[in-house]
């Protein structure tokens, strides 16, 4: 999408400069990407088990109940909790325990840097805006995509239970449900999610691919297919090598963050000004399509915004 890696001032060799505070026992690639894999798996388990504990402390309901009345508005704070705890044990902690076996320093690793550049920040919120336009561009294209008949009943049930969940967890009937809300669906996303697989996934892949598109692309692929959306995986896929490139040039997860935050904000933003008395309009979480030459300008912004990017990146020497 974006130039070849090594041709820019960012080099490969920049990106992948051994960390001075690297463990002496080094974990070869494959060993690395299971261990990641490996640790998400555990998370998985022990949220699970969470979910049902808070499930049960929460509503003082049985385990049978949990499925079916999760999804209902009245439960909403109760669901709004288990994905925050799931989310933190399936994304950051595998990712943070990952880098803690690897480097003395797991934040440094992962690039939480203490300073920010303005210059990058402004550009990052230049491209939140046109994304916007990007994912429209691709979630038509997406739709449009032919596929049997048997997939698209398969596809639909999923986006239906993946808009359910959401559905159950965006009750904003007031300023304090939207705050809520924004922390769950925006800002604790953004966090783990981008500490999972930009800090953690892509670290590996660019790393063991030699190729920064290659980690990129394979990493946004994942980072799509994670999600379970059929209808949202182009505009997914699109986000992630947005966020992959962020990660690549800017050296830092926070700039990261910030898109991905912003990208959920808007839409959860959107849903609080739709919702009326507490409930949801139908078409509220209708995506916004645009026609495929309007994607195509969008990708010629944010190349330039990205050349304007990658000067704007700090030199990092270590």
Not at 83 to 99: G, N
Not at 125 to 134: P, R
Not at 160 to 178: H, I, L, R, S, W
């Amino acid at each position: 999408m974006f130039e070849n890696y090594n041709t820019e001032e960012n080099s490969f060799e920049a990106f992948t400069t051994p960390d001075p505070v690297m463990r002496s026992s080094r974990i070869s690639y494959l060993g690395q990407m299971a261990i990641l894999i490996g640790f998400a798996g555990v998370g998985i388990v022990i949220s699970s088990m969470l979910a049902v504990v808070i499930w049960m402390l929460m509503t003082h309901q049985s385990l049978d109940t949990m499925t079916t009345n999760i999804l209902l508005p009245a439960y909403a704070n109760t669901a709004k909790v288990i994905q925050l705890v799931m989310s933190f044990c399936m994304f950051f902690l595998p990712a943070f325990f990952l880098a803690l076996l690897i480097s003395k320093k797991p934040l440094y690793y992962m690039h939480y840097n203490r300073s920010i550049n303005l210059k990058q920040v402004y550009l990052v919120i230049a491209m939140v805006f046109v994304g916007l336009f990007l994912s429209g561009a691709l979630t038509e294209l997406n739709q449009i995509i032919p596929i049997p008949k048997k997939w698209e009943v398969s596809f639909k049930a999923m986006e239906k239970a993946y808009t359910d969940g959401v559905k159950g967890m965006a009750v904003m009937k007031n300023f304090g449900d939207y705050l809520s809300t924004l922390l769950v669906i925006a800002i604790a996303p953004a966090i783990f999610e981008e500490t999972f697989f930009r800090g953690g996934m892509q670290n590996i892949l660019v790393q063991w691919t030699k190729s920064a598109a290659a980690g990129i692309i394979i990493t946004s692929i994942i980072f799509s297919a994670a999600h379970t959306s059929y209808y949202g995986f182009l505009p997914r896929f699109g986000l992630g090598i947005i966020l992959g490139y962020i990660y690549y040039y800017g050296k830092n997860i926070w700039l990261n963050i910030l898109l991905h935050f912003l990208n959920n904000g808007f839409a959860v933003t959107m849903l609080y000004f739709a919702t009326k008395n507490g409930a949801l309009k139908d078409d509220a979480m209708d995506d916004t399509t645009f026609p495929w030459y309007i994607g195509i300008v969008a990708i010629i912004a944010l190349v330039i915004l990205f050349k304007y990017f990658k000067k704007a990146t700090p030199i990092q020497t270590s």
